[in-house]
């Protein structure tokens, strides 16, 4: 298995609504990373899991809690988000944090009304 | 902090070549990559380069000259299905990867 899952595909959400996004990946991978997308931009590292632990949270505001229950599984939760939250949600594995070949899942396309 | 530039837009036509550069100014620099992201897609990995020099792999080539702050893509025998986004990303250390702007390849037949 090497790829990388997401789900939802979609998620349109209300500014008041608490959901969340869930990744997962079953190639032993060790370390994972949330990332968002833009149109027509690049995508922008939020944050990295190292061994289940969280190693780097690029001072994303608190609305956006990352969790790693276990080695194959990321979920994101989301609460109060604006509309400029509205973009794509990727994920990404590697075998070690260091490795700069990273496995991207398809996103999660998230629409706040 | 961390700058890539990239050319915004390359347009090509099948069967060509084209090379993608990139520059980047970044401390603790460890390596340079590659990665191609089609409308709708995820980012897929294409090459790393952490020594200078080119590194192929079929019709893709990546160079990397560490004293110019400066790498590329090469892009050869161009077929339709390259029309993507192609992304250089700097990595530094345990620091993950930041990515360059993106640059939009059309292939045209």
């Known amino acids: 298995d090497t790829e990388v899952t997401q789900t939802p595909k979609h998620l349109v959400m209300g500014m008041t609504n608490k959901k969340s996004l869930k990744c997962e990946q079953h190639m032993g991978h060790r370390a994972m990373y949330w990332y968002k997308q833009k149109a027509k931009k690049p995508p922008e590292l939020m944050f990295v899991y190292s061994y289940e632990k969280l190693s780097i949270n690029e001072s994303v505001p608190s609305r956006f809690s990352p969790e790693c229950p276990n080695s194959s599984l990321l979920n994101l939760h989301l609460h109060a988000l604006q509309p400029e939250d509205s973009a794509l949600y990727l994920c990404?594995?590697?075998?070690?944090?260091?490795?700069?070949?990273?496995?991207f899942g398809p996103g999660t396309r998230l629409t706040v009304l | 902090g961390q700058s890539l530039e990239q050319p915004s837009e390359v347009t090509a036509v099948e069967g060509a070549i084209v090379q993608i550069n990139c520059t980047y100014q970044t401390s603790g620099f460890y390596g340079l990559s590659w990665y191609q992201q089609h409308d709708g897609g995820a980012p897929t990995f294409l090459s790393y380069?952490?020594?200078?020099g080119l590194e192929e792999t079929g019709r893709f080539s990546s160079f990397l000259s560490r004293s110019d702050s400066y790498g590329y893509l090469l892009l050869q025998e161009l077929q339709m299905k390259d029309s993507a986004s192609y992304f250089c990303a700097v990595s530094k250390g345990r620091r993950a990867l930041t990515f360059g702007s993106g640059t939009r390849l059309q292939v045209q037949p």
């Open positions: 380069n952490a020594l200078d």
């Open positions: 990404a594995s590697s075998q070690e944090q260091e490795d700069n070949e990273q496995f």
